[in-house]
């Protein structure tokens, strides 16, 4: 698949099967986060694999939806503000970091047939007291991962994207 073709076939899955993502699957999808950039290659991310239903029902409390329990995998991807990287200006790479990484994740899971869905509108105090995380570990993202239950109708999601005239500026801003 080339590259705007798997970007494009990429959407927000919330119906998955029950069928285990296999372990040959999830070892390609966390190189795809290793091998992902960050701001001076500090790599400040920790990503929790999470398939033990007991420990799922531990994080569907920070997140209870239903669609989220179906899921056979869900990664926690966490991020370390001891380790990330601080421009001058104090401005920390943590988000942006981890951002990277979990858009390699979910890219390389999209190409191997895998459905996912960025959730970041959790509980963070419950998730990081469940997943047992120190202090300075921040709990960033739960990507629940499986094989689509259903087709994944993206063209829906075409008619909200802005056009590049929207937001493209050429050489300095311009209000439009």
Partial sequence: MNF??????RYSCRSFTSVPVEEDNL???????RIAPSAVNYQPW????????EVKALIVEAYPREWFRTAPLMIVACGDHTKSW??????????IDLSIAIEHLVLQ??????????????NAGVLSRNLN???????????PIGYPADSGDITRYESKRKSLNDFVH????SSK
């Avoid at 601080?86 to 988000?95: P, V």
């Avoid at 050429?170 to 801003?173: A, M, V």
């Fill in 4 to 9: 705007i073709d798997l970007v494009r076939s």
């Fill in 133 to 143: 995380l120190p202090d300075h570990i921040e709990p960033i993202a739960v990507i």
């Fill in 86 to 95: 601080k421009r001058t200006d104090g401005k920390d790479f943590l988000d």
């Fill in 27 to 33: 070892l390609k999808i966390m190189e795809a986060v």
């Fill in 109 to 122: 899971a999209t190409e191997l047939g895998l459905g996912t869905c960025w959730v970041c509108n959790f």
């Fill in 46 to 53: 920790h990503f929790i694999i999470v398939r033990e239903p």
């Fill in 170 to 173: 050429w050489e300095k801003f």
